[in-house]
Structures are given as structure tokens and as C-alpha cells.
């Protein structure tokens, strides 16, 4: 039987949401790979009852995460019957409806009908009641905002979600957004965005608009799904993302140029006394403008690498500096 670490609160930073009362790990797990049929419960359960161990109350999830797809959110229920019984009010569970996660004109987008039933369905698999939050995975062009808006607000009046938030929205979108549930009296809690060194589109505009609003921000895919790790320094490991047949990551896209560069800041984490990993996730806590980031673990090793980046989240602007000539170039479109 599982008994949690009695020291689980003490190294952990937890971070305000915005102008919420929620407070958020400064590291949150996300459970996009790693937690589907590819992966034994076992693995899946060790990594999770560390997370806890360490401090990490939330755990991110999405309808479709797997392979296949709701299957991240059976193993969450899994867990949340057997190790984590009687833990639940000390976790913080999200998940998301937008992305294809069924076929028919409803197994996706913004619509009122997509969302309250996609809530519904993973609400079954988690076997809870209610998560904390219920995410817009992604902005409907063709579904009104209101109407994407009000099934937020409706999952929120009826029981089903604490609070809620938008992914991957613009910064114009989510003062929409903002606007429509303030007028509905259900804040918009969060915004979950892609951000690392390698991806700063956040910078231009969103995160002033969080700012403004009182909206908290959890960054995902800070290591940039593994390449700003120590992982690819020496080629494409057996067994990472970019070896697997992930649509998201390829070989390809770890360039020698790339290599190089990361060859640098792997450097300069180790005069830090930090790994890359560490050093990544740390720059996107910089400041404390962002509330959280949620990585992703294929390892109970790689977990405990990236817990640790809490210890060292001030920068020097030498390091900032450094760091910035460094990424010169490299940012996604
Ligand atoms: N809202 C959205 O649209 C959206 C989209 C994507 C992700 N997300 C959320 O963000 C979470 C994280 O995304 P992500 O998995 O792409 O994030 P990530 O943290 O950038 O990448 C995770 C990968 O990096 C490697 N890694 C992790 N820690 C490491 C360490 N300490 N040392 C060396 N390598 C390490 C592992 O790669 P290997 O697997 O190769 O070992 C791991 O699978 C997801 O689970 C999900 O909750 C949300």
C-alpha cells in the first residue's frame, strides 16, 4: 500500500494563480505521453506516486491523451481508486475538451454539446466528480466564443469543474474570453500555452494580457518535448520522442546546428551546478510571470532531474544574456 512521503510539502514552491486562491506547484506533471496503452500501469503508477511524493499536486490531462485516446485519463483514474484513495482534495486535476478526440461533427472544436459530454465522458474515466479545471483545449473560429464560454461556465455551475481555462488561445482571444466569463461571474482562472527558450510567442503580447487580466499561466512543453534536455546532446536515443513515431517531434528536427547549441547551454546549466533540463525549466519560472510548467516524464529519474530545477530559479542577467545569444534564431515560426 502506498503511503505518501510525510515531507512532500517542504521543497516544493506553490505559486498563486493569477488573482486566484488557487495555488499551483511551481512543477506540475502533464500526462500527454507516457500514460497511455504503450506504457505498464506500473511504470505509469511509479512515476505518479513520486510526482506526489515530490510535491507535485497537479496533474495535467486532456480527453485525448493516450494512445489511445482518454486513455492518460483511465490510468489517472486508476490511480486516483487505488494508490492516491483518499488523497484527492490534495490534487489538483485538469483536463480538456477541443482537440479530435471522436469521430461524428462532435468529437471535437468549442460547440456546447462537444464540451458537455467530452467533460462528461472524462469525468467517468477519472471516476471523479469534478476536475479543478476544464480547459478549451484550442479556439473554435466557427463556434461563437460565448457558446464556448458558457459550457466553462456551465461545467462550473453545475459541479463539474472548480475552475476554468483556455490552451493555446491568442492574446486577443483570451481577453475575449475573459470578458464573456467575467460577464457569465466565472473568472478565467488560467491560460496553458506552449512556452520555452525555443518558443517565445508568448512574450509577444500574451503574457502582458495574463498580466492585465488576473489570469494565471501554465507553460507546456518547457523542455520543448525533451530537446532542451541533456537527452539529444550525443544523437537520438533508443526509446525518446523524436526515435518514436510522435507526429510532434521528429529526428529531423534535432539539427547539428541545434546540437550545438545546445551543447552551449548544457555548458552553462553545469556552471549553474544545474542539467539542462533544470536550467530550462527554471528560465521559464524566471520572474514568476508564469505560475507553473507542466513537463512530461518517461522516467521516475527523469521527474526527480526536473523537481529539482526548483532549487535554482534566480538568473544573473549575464545568464539571461548569454542564454538569449544562444537561442538567437532557433524559435519556431
Ligand atoms: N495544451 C496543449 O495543447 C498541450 C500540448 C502539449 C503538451 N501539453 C501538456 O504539457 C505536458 C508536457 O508536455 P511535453 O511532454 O511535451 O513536455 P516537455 O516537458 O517539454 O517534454 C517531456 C519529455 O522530455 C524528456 N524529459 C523530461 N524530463 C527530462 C529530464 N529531466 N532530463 C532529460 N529528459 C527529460 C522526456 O523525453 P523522452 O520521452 O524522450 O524520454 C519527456 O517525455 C503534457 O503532458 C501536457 O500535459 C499541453
New binding site residues.
Partial sequence: MYLPSADRYTAMPYRRTGRSGLLLPAL????????GGDRTPESQGEILRRAFDLGVTHF???NN?GPPPGSAETAMGRALRTDFAGLRDEMVIST?AG?HMGDGPYGEWGSAKSLRSSLDQSLTRLGLDYVDIF?S??FDPDTPLEETMGALHAAVRQGKALYVGV??YSAEQTREAARILDGLGTPLLIH???Y?MLDRWVEDGLLDALDELGTGS?A????????????YLNGI?E??????SSP??SAEAVTPDLVDRLGALNSLARERGQ????M??AWVLRGGRVTS???????V??????VEAVRGLEFGDDELARIEELVKGTARP
Avoid: C, M, T
Fill in positions: 506540475s506533471l502533464g500526462l500527454w505521453h507516457n500514460f495535467d490531462l486532456a491523451y480538456k482537440y480547459y483545449h484550442r490552451s493555446n496553458q500555452p506552449r520555452s501554465i507546456y512543453s518547457p523542455l520543448e518535448q525533451g530537446i532542451l534536455s541533456d537527452r536515443p526509446g525518446s520522442r523524436a526515435a518514436g510532434f517531434l542539467s539542462l533540463a533544470q530550462a525549466l510548467a507542466v513537463v512530461g516524464a518517461s522516467s529519474a527523469q521527474l526527480e532531474n526536473s
